[in-house]
């Protein structure tokens, strides 16, 4: 089984500051890879990034980075320098490569505002 | 341009019909899946298939089926056991492997009248 939390239903930011959203998994996969995608309000999933569980640094992606902590299995997204166009809905989300295999699993997501 | 597509972007139904949604990629992706979002919650895996005739229940399979017959398509038909099937559908495909994002189609709003 595998699964993924998001404990923020809804952040603030203010333009042009960074803001941190929360995700933490449970899997009993020993290898497996984690991905952030954002849900503008037009519905479409766009993917961010990735880390895979066997990473050793910590995934970039421009104004993105995910915090991999694995042994306290969070995969937090950092996003820099706000802009009002990142106001969305942003899933965490997992797929296993042994049990879960083909699997991917989302968390309950998180409103991020962006304020002017 | 390579993409997924799914239709029809809405879609009204009588209780008690059975109604399949397509979903459609030319991505050349052995992986494909179908989730369900209700309002302001999260993506639930309804089931996914990573080779064709071949599929897997996800986290919510009662009342949905699907098939597999060609690697291109993977069809949800959402059925009137699914008792509360008013909800927003996304299909997506994937190459095979952990690494690698899943690519979406736009949706399909599917609302029971």
């Known amino acids: 089984a595998q699964k993924i939390t998001q404990t923020q239903p809804g952040m603030f930011v203010q333009e042009k500051e960074a803001v941190t959203l929360d995700c933490t998994y449970d899997?009993?996969?020993?290898?497996?890879?984690l991905f952030w995608y954002k849900q503008p309000s037009s519905g479409e999933m766009i993917f961010l990034i990735y880390?895979?569980?066997?990473?050793?640094q910590n995934a970039t992606e421009g104004r993105y980075s995910l915090n991999f902590q694995k042994a306290r299995k969070s995969a937090n997204l950092v996003i820099s320098a706000s802009q009002l166009g990142d106001s969305a809905m942003y899933f965490c989300?997992?797929?296993?490569?042994?049990?879960?295999?083909?699997?991917?699993?989302f968390g309950d997501g998180t409103t991020l505002t962006v304020k002017p | 341009d390579g993409g997924i597509t799914q239709s029809p972007k809405y879609l009204f139904r009588k209780e008690g019909q059975n109604v399949t949604l397509s979903c459609e990629q030319n991505?050349?992706?052995?992986?494909m899946y179908w989730y369900r979002q209700d309002p302001g919650q999260g993506l639930r895996l309804i089931y996914y298939?990573?080779?064709?005739?071949?599929?897997q229940k996800g986290d919510i399979a009662e009342g949905y089926s699907v098939s597999r017959e060609k690697k291109e398509s993977f069809p949800l038909t959402v059925t009137s056991a699914q008792k509360n099937p008013t909800a927003f559908y996304l299909c997506?495909?994937?190459?095979?492997?952990?690494?690698?994002?899943?690519?979406f189609g736009q949706g399909t709003r599917l609302t029971v009248v």
């Open positions: 991505l050349n992706h052995d992986a």
């Open positions: 989300a997992m797929r296993g490569y042994n049990t879960n295999a083909g699997k991917s699993t």
């Open positions: 997506a495909s994937s190459h095979e492997g952990t690494e690698v994002e899943a690519f």
């Open positions: 298939s990573q080779i064709v005739n071949d599929f």
């Open positions: 899997t009993s996969d020993p290898s497996y890879g």
């Open positions: 880390q895979g569980s066997y990473d050793q």
